[in-house]
C-alpha cells in the first residue's frame, strides 16, 4: 500500500515537474521571438527610413528644382548620374548604381534612355505603372534589388524635361538587403543559441525551484497519512469500548470502569495529539502567535525544571541542573517552557532506571546554549537526520509505553526556527543522547 502511494506520488510530481518545464521553455520561447521580432522590426524600420529618405529629397528637388542653366537643362533630369559626366558611372565601370531617375510620357514613353547609358539594360524592364504613383515598393530586376517611387510632376515645373511628366525615382537597395538578410541569419543563429541554453537553463530552473515543492508535497502527504494512522487507533479503541459497553446495559459504571478508563486514556491521547497537529498547523500557515520580550534565562528554566525534578526522582532516575547564566534574550517564555518540557519529557521517557538526566546552560559570544541530556539508549546516525520529522519515532514499538506520539520534536524545532535559533543532537559519551539549543543573546549583562 505505502509502495502503491510512493508511486503515485512520483508519477504526479513528475508530471508536474514535466508541466513546469514546458511552462518555463514556452516561457523563453515568446520571449525570444518577441525580443527577436522586436530587433528586427526595428533594423528593418531603420533601413528603410534611411532609404526612403534618400528618395524623399530627390522626389523634393524634382518638385521644386533649382534654376538650372541653359546649357545643362538637357542632362537636369540624371546629372548626377549622366554617364559623361562622372568617370565613375561610366559605362565600363562594373560598380553597382545606386540610384536613377526615368522621366515617361503620359503614354509611358521613356524620354531619358540615352543618359541612363549601361543602365537602360536593366531599367528598361520597368514599365510605368500609373496605379503604383506615389507608392514606394520593393521590385526586382535581373536579381538586383531596387526601391522606387512613381510621381507625376507638374507642368508648371520649371524643368521643361520633368514638366506634365511621370518620373520614376529608382533607388538600389542591394546592399541594404544583403545587411538584412546577414543581420536575419546572425539573429537566426543567435537566438538559436540562447534557445538551446534556455532548454538547459528551463531544466535547472525546473529542477531548482520543483525541489522544495516536491519535499513539501511529500512532507504533506506523508504528514496526512501518519495522522490519520495515529488518530485511527485510539479512535477504533473507544469504538471497541464503546460498542462492549451496549452488550453490557445492566452493568454499573464501577463493573465498567476499566473499560471507561481506557476510552478516557484514549480521548486524552486524541486531544493532545490534535492539541499537537494544531500548533504545527498554525506554524506552518504563520498564524501561530509569538510574544516577543528581552528576558532571562531564570524567568522561563525554573517553571519546567521545578516539576520534572520530583517527577524523575520519583522514577529513580537522577536529574543534575547547572543552569546559572546571566543574559539577556528576546524570547517568548512560554514557547520556551514548551520547549523545555518536550526535551524533559523526551529525556525523562528514554532514560531507565538509575539513568542520569542533565539540563546545563552556557554562553558563546551572541550565542546562548541549552543543553538537555540524557543516558538512555541513543539514537543511530542514522536516525538523527530524521528524529525531528513529524510523527517519527526510533523505536515504534516503544510508543504504547511512553505514550507519544512522535510530535514533540517537531513542535520543538519549530519553537527554535521562529526564535531564529537551532536544534541539534549529538551523542552523550559514553551513552545517551544530547539535545542543544541555539538561541541568539539580545545583549549580555
Not at 47 to 55: E, Q, V
Not at 78 to 99: E, L
Not at 278 to 306: G, Y
Amino acid at each position: 500500500m505505502k509502495k502503491k502511494r510512493k508511486t503515485r506520488l512520483n508519477r504526479i510530481t513528475r508530471r508536474q515537474t514535466n508541466q513546469q518545464f514546458l511552462l518555463l521553455m514556452a516561457t523563453f520561447a515568446i520571449l525570444f521571438i518577441s525580443l527577436g521580432m522586436i530587433i528586427y522590426n526595428t533594423f528593418e524600420n531603420t533601413t528603410y527610413s534611411g532609404i526612403d529618405h534618400g528618395i524623399n529629397n530627390q522626389v523634393k528637388m524634382i518638385k521644386n528644382p533649382p534654376t538650372p542653366k541653359i546649357e545643362d537643362e538637357i542632362h537636369a533630369p540624371d546629372r548626377d548620374i549622366h554617364p559623361n559626366n562622372n568617370k565613375k558611372n561610366d559605362p565600363d565601370n562594373k560598380a553597382p548604381f545606386q540610384s536613377s531617375i526615368l522621366v515617361y510620357t503620359t503614354k509611358g514613353k521613356l524620354l531619358n534612355k540615352a543618359s541612363l547609358g549601361n543602365r537602360y539594360t536593366v531599367l528598361k524592364h520597368l514599365p510605368l505603372k500609373k496605379s503604383d504613383l506615389n507608392k514606394k515598393q520593393n521590385i526586382n530586376i535581373n536579381d538586383m534589388n531596387f526601391r522606387i517611387q512613381v510621381i507625376k510632376v507638374s507642368k508648371n515645373n520649371s524643368n521643361p524635361m520633368y514638366a506634365g511628366n511621370y518620373v520614376t525615382v529608382v533607388q538600389n537597395i542591394d546592399g541594404q538587403m544583403t545587411s538584412l538578410q546577414n543581420f536575419e541569419r546572425i539573429l537566426i543563429i543567435s537566438f538559436g543559441a540562447f534557445w538551446i541554453i534556455s532548454l538547459i537553463l528551463s531544466y535547472l530552473l525546473t529542477r531548482l525551484t520543483m525541489r522544495p515543492i516536491i519535499k513539501s508535497w511529500k512532507q504533506q502527504s506523508e504528514f496526512v497519512n501518519d495522522a490519520a494512522h495515529e488518530l485511527r487507533t485510539p479512535l477504533a479503541i473507544i469504538q471497541g469500548k464503546m460498542e462492549y459497553l451496549l452488550t453490557k446495559p445492566n452493568n454499573t459504571i464501577l463493573d465498567e470502569a476499566e473499560s471507561i478508563s481506557v476510552s478516557l486514556d484514549e480521548v486524552n491521547r486524541l486531544n493532545s495529539l490534535t492539541n499537537s497537529l494544531l500548533e504545527l498547523a498554525r506554524a506552518d500557515s504563520a498564524t501561530n502567535k509569538v510574544d516577543f520580550k528581552i528576558t532571562k534565562p531564570e524567568f522561563f528554566m525554573s517553571d519546567p525544571i521545578k516539576p520534572f525534578t520530583e517527577i524523575i526522582e520519583s522514577q529513580g532516575k537522577h536529574f543534575e541542573i547547572d543552569v546559572n547564566k546571566d543574559v539577556n534574550l528576546k524570547v517568548d517564555r512560554d514557547k520556551i517552557k514548551q520547549l523545555l518540557i518536550i526535551l524533559l519529557d523526551n529525556a525523562t521517557k528514554y532514560t531507565p532506571k538509575n539513568g542520569t538526566i542533565k539540563i546545563s546552560d552556557r554562553a558563546d559570544g551572541n550565542k546562548y546554549y541549552i543543553t538537555v541530556s540524557d543516558t538512555g539508549v541513543g539514537i543511530s546516525d542514522a536516525d538523527k537526520p530524521k528524529i525531528f520529522g513529524r510523527f517519527y519515532r526510533v523505536d515504534k514499538s516503544r510508543t504504547k509505553a511512553t505514550g507519544g506520539h512522535g510530535l514533540g520534536l517537531s513542535i520543538a524545532q519549530q519553537i527554535v526556527h521562529t526564535h531564529h535559533g537551532k536544534i541539534y543532537i549529538e551523542d552523550n559519551k559514553p551513552q545517551g543522547s544530547k539535545f542543544v539549543v541555539e538561541l541568539p543573546i539580545k545583549h549580555k549583562v
